[in-house]
């Protein structure tokens, strides 16, 4: 999403470039190292047309993954950021593998699916997995990347709890598929449900601070890319 790239293109100085493909993108340099950011936009489609879309434009060495996650293990704290060993892609059972960067010590296993929602049964069905939280893009990205033979890597970070994914998923769709507020849904939700503000500020908050610690483990993995 924009409001997960944006603390990564700040950190590092990008200027904002134009990719086929892709909903915004981002370029500039981490000492030598050419760095392009891109925005996929929410879901595993989205994120596999974009992933294509930069490999057709630029040759890559690496990617890196960034972005916030649902919690499901619930000893991760909000904010926490997972490195995960697995990546399972939930519509074909396919296990994806990244590389773990210097610095970092990989754990859990990440899910992805489209889904917004998860009841009871499904997450018992993720718990018994031992699924530690879930997203709808790093599957996706991952097999565009082993398909070409690029080493890639996940920071995600918990942003909120699938426990909560009932309360969460009113939150959701009050965004636009890049990330941005719808603002006519959220006036019209405001109106409707007032006693939800609370949980969407807390929710607001959960996501600020994984955005800011995927983002903070992504520049740092970029500046020790040019040190290595």
């Not at 981002?26 to 950011?37: D, E, F, M, R, T």
């Not at 690496?62 to 991760?76: E, K, Q």
């Not at 699924?131 to 893009?137: G, Y």
Request: hydrophobic fraction near 45%.
């Amino acid at each position: 999403m924009r409001s997960e790239v944006g603390p990564i293109a700040r950190g590092l100085g990008l200027e904002p470039c134009h990719i086929d493909g892709c909903a915004a993108a981002y370029q500039g340099y981490a000492g030598s190292i050419h760095v392009v950011a891109v925005v996929t936009t929410m879901g595993t489609k989205a994120a596999q047309r974009a992933t294509e879309a930069l490999f057709a434009t630029m040759p890559i060495d690496h990617v890196m993954v960034a972005g916030v996650a649902g919690g499901v293990d619930p000893t991760l704290a909000i904010g926490q950021l997972v490195v995960p060993e697995v990546v399972i892609d939930s519509a074909s059972g396919r296990e994806l593998h990244p590389v773990t960067l210097p610095g970092h010590r990989a754990s859990g296993v990440i899910a992805t699916s489209d889904a917004l929602h998860y009841g009871d049964e499904e997450l018992n069905a993720l718990l018994q997995a031992g699924i530690t939280a879930v997203d709808m893009e790093t599957a996706s990205i991952g097999a565009v990347c082993e398909q070409h033979g690029c080493p890639w890597s996940a920071f995600r970070a918990i942003s909120d709890r699938v426990q909560e994914a009932g309360h969460n998923y009113e939150a959701f769709s009050l965004a636009n598929p890049d990330g941005t507020p719808d603002m006519s849904a959220v006036a019209w939700f405001v109106l409707r449900r007032p006693w939800r503000v609370p949980h969407l500020v807390r929710l607001g908050r959960g996501a600020h601070r994984a955005i800011t610690q995927a983002a903070e483990a992504t520049i740092v993995a970029c500046v020790r890319f040019e040190v290595s």
